[in-house]
């Protein structure tokens, strides 16, 4: 196997889910690196690398459904989650006899709740997100998910 190309994508979050399901923004900011739209092939294949490529937009599938799965999760859970950042990276090998696919996404929320939440039942709510996430469920890809916990005492 010869190189590999990654594609990068960060997506931020914040708002408080601590109300239940009905109440919390789904709303979120990704970035590529470059802007979303027009867009284009990967810079491999001939395309700009300032244009987002499908391959990031894979990327950017499976970060929003995680998250917006997650906040569900959260929600209904009565944690109160209050900031959501990810760096999510896919990888596809340049495969020198025939076809390849994006076959791993590594998924890095780092994630801040309000007061104080058990870390078994935050990675609990994570691998919850994962199993609902609709995206995930459509992939052959693998999925790491690298959730790392962080604790806000801040009562606004």
């Given at each position: 196997?010869?190189?590999?190309?990654?594609?990068?994508?960060?997506?931020?979050?914040?708002?408080?889910?601590?109300?239940?399901?009905?109440?919390?923004s789904r709303q979120y900011e990704m970035h590529t690196g470059g802007t979303l739209g027009p867009f284009s092939a990967?810079?491999?294949?001939?395309?700009?690398?300032?244009?987002?490529?499908?391959?990031?937009?894979?990327?950017?599938?499976?970060?929003?459904?995680?998250?917006?799965?997650?906040?569900?999760?959260?929600?209904?859970?009565?944690?109160?989650?209050?900031?959501?950042?990810?760096?999510?990276?896919g990888v596809m090998p340049q495969l020198s006899d025939g076809p390849s696919w994006v076959t791993e996404i590594t998924?890095?929320?780092?994630?801040?709740?309000?007061?104080?939440?058990?870390?078994?039942?935050?990675?609990?709510?994570?691998?919850?997100?994962?199993?609902?996430?609709?995206?995930?469920?459509?992939?052959?890809?693998?999925?790491?998910?690298?959730?790392?916990?962080?604790?806000?005492?801040?009562?606004?």
């Open positions: 196997m010869a190189d590999a190309h990654e594609y990068l994508v960060d997506l931020t979050w914040s708002g408080s889910t601590g109300e239940g399901y009905e109440h919390y990967d810079p491999a294949f001939g395309g700009e690398a300032t244009l987002a490529n499908p391959e990031q937009l894979l990327v950017m599938a499976a970060a929003s459904c995680q998250l917006l799965s997650f906040l569900a999760v959260a929600a209904r859970s009565r944690v109160d989650v209050v900031q959501y950042a990810d760096r999510a990276v998924l890095s929320p780092r994630i801040t709740v309000r007061g104080e939440v058990p870390e078994s039942k935050l990675h609990r709510m994570v691998q919850i997100g994962h199993r609902e996430c609709f995206i995930a469920g459509s992939l052959r890809t693998r999925i790491d998910i690298q959730a790392v916990f962080r604790t806000s005492h801040d009562p606004t």
